[in-house]
């Protein structure tokens, strides 16, 4: 099976856990071990937990697994299920009392669609790290992506569906994937400026009477490349630079994206190549939610 999504970087497993009914859920994301991370929060309405781990006082730590979830602040109680599995496994920065899994994990809004009394819980954690695979991830209306929608600036009346998009590229021995759970407020367009979501209709209603409803897109890139912390955060600007392309508006004061990187440092790679590659995966990966939420 041709795989070209976040799980063809060699030890990157993702699972999602979907309520298709509520429109909401949990997509987790684990790498291989030993690794560094680094995050970029560029939206002003961010909803987070264990994000300080990535500090510049902070000894660089093993990342044992990122949580993406539905439910806004509410939804940041699916990342305890994911810890106590962690726990349960052995796995975990080791501490004198037995290892501490550190699991960032962050949020977008979409209690606006399906039902907004029903959250992702810590079972549903539970269910989304215990469903990871290397199988091409499914992207469209899946696990964090499952009500996630773009082109609200008009309102959510006039949104479309989004969901999660994956890509991969490989730069010489290293490679470069993405997955990105698309929740914008702005619209979708390609590289090439074709407008992919939204018309001129609802650009219209937009300058007439702003109806932006909370939203954010998360952004996770992962590596094998050998890179220092500081080559990782030129990768999440190239990150974020892609959002600001393909989503217009993109970091506005309604959104909380965010963007991770996570490497294995295990193969030395052209680091400029490595850097822009994250551009083109994660473009790629943001047009793919609509694309695939499209088709369904």
């Given at each position: ?49 264990e ?39 052995g ?52 696990g ?27 730069v ?13 407020v ?19 209603l ?91």
């Amino acid at each position: 099976m041709d795989n070209d999504t976040i799980t063809s970087v060699d030890g990157v497993q993702v699972g999602h856990y979907t309520d298709a009914d509520a429109r909401t859920g949990v997509t987790v994301i684990t790498f291989p071990e030993p690794n560094v991370g680094i995050v970029d929060v560029r939206g002003g309405a961010p909803g987070t937990r264990e994000l300080a781990i990535f500090g510049e006082a902070i000894k660089p730590v093993t990342v044992n697994a990122l949580v993406f979830a539905g439910g806004s602040a509410f939804g940041l109680d699916a990342a305890q299920g994911v810890v106590e599995e962690l726990e349960r496994c052995g796995r975990g920065t080791p501490t004198p009392t037995g290892p501490v899994p550190i699991v960032p994990t962050v949020i977008l809004y979409d209690l606006m669609v399906g039902r907004s009394d029903v959250r992702p819980t810590p079972e549903n954690g539970r269910a989304a790290y215990l469903a990871r695979t290397t199988d091409p991830v499914a992207m469209g209306p899946f696990g964090a992506g499952a009500g996630a929608t773009v082109g609200k600036l008009a309102g959510i009346e006039h949104a479309t569906s989004a969901g999660i998009g994956s890509a991969f590229v490989r730069v010489g021995d290293a490679t470069v994937g993405a997955l990105v759970a698309l929740n914008g407020v702005g619209d979708v367009y390609s590289l090439g400026g074709r407008r992919l979501t939204g018309s001129e209709e609802t650009d219209k209603l937009a300058r007439q009477e702003l109806g932006f409803a909370q939203s954010t897109t998360l952004i996770a890139v992962a590596t094998d490349a050998v890179l220092d912390r500081n080559d990782m955060r030129r990768m999440a600007v190239r990150a974020h630079d892609a959002l600001g392309a393909t989503v217009r508006p993109a970091h506005t004061r309604y959104d909380g994206d965010t963007a991770f990187v996570v490497s294995s440092r295990t193969y030395e790679a052209d680091v400029d190549a490595i850097i822009e590659s994250t551009f083109e995966v994660v473009a790629t990966s943001i047009i793919r939610a609509v694309g695939r939420a499209a088709h369904r």
